[in-house]
DNA sequence: ATAGTCCTTCCCATCATGGTAAGGTCAAGG
DNA sequence: CCTTGACCTTACCATGATGGGAAGGACTAT
């Protein structure tokens, strides 16, 4: 199949799909003699794996390992166990962070009358904030 | 005081302060003969003010108007309010897409020996999952 | 043959920040 | 007076992952 089977089968894009063989993630496909890229559903499940590792939040290059991880069929499941966990606490801190500035946020909003009059908290704390209390 | 002074009190680095100058976020300074940009304490408060606000997560763009809405004394600080409920909105969704990744993969990790042994539900979920479900 | 859809490569843009290089400036001390 | 070191200047490049578009070739169906 070509590239844009292969992108609407595995719900990664053709320009994705020759970025990431561009980079060495996923490897040349053949080609027809017209230089056009020829898919085999091995490839478009590769993508798959590519796509959800993306969406679960991995780079590219954390991809990269679980590929190899994947492909390694001797790997220990505990090597996988470790990446895995290591990246959900990296979301959930991440997580924490995002919600932290929403709470200070809103918090700040909360005090905030929100009508026509020009005082307003929020700015207030902006202004005034000094750069060691600034970490949000 | 020269930009080295300005960003230690500000908090915003050198190379930011000239970049934010540069994009039109804050107004040029008066220079020396040498071309030194000189800074006064009035402009150590407006990098604090976006510091804060790159702190709590808001766009250059985002800032640039809160900037504008600082500044402009007659605002109604509905406006303000406005922005600010918008952006918490946001923060929370980033945060609640994050941390449905991280339960996600915490619950396949679960399900992982996590010891020598190659079998593995999270590579296994990777490998299975299609396009269509796999939004995470 | 022609239109329309696909493919190719190449370059540019995003967003916010850091790094580095090559050079000018200034203050302190020998 | 000259050197040293810390500071400043501009300019260019890199990041990470993705999209957009141009210019041109290939394939398919009429």
């Known amino acids: 199949m070509n590239i844009g089977e292969a992108a609407t089968r595995s719900g990664v894009s053709a320009k994705m799909i020759r970025y990431y063989e561009s980079i060495g993630l996923i490897t040349a496909p053949a080609r ?15 993508l798959r794996f590519v796509r959800r590792s993306r969406d679960l939040g991995f780079s590219l290059e954390e991809t990269r390992e679980l590929l190899a991880l994947w492909r390694d069929k001797s790997r220990a499941s505990a090597d996988v166990k470790n990446l895995a966990m290591a990246h959900v606490r990296e979301l959930e801190e991440k997580a924490a962070e995002l919600k932290a500035m929403a709470d200070t946020l809103r918090h700040l909003a909360t005090h905030c009358h929100g009508d026509h009059r020009p005082d307003c908290p929020i700015l207030a704390d902006f202004a005034a904030t000094t750069p060691t209390q600034g970490k949000a």
């Open 32 to 46: 027809t003699a017209a230089q056009y890229r020829v898919y085999a559903s091995d490839d478009v499940h590769t």
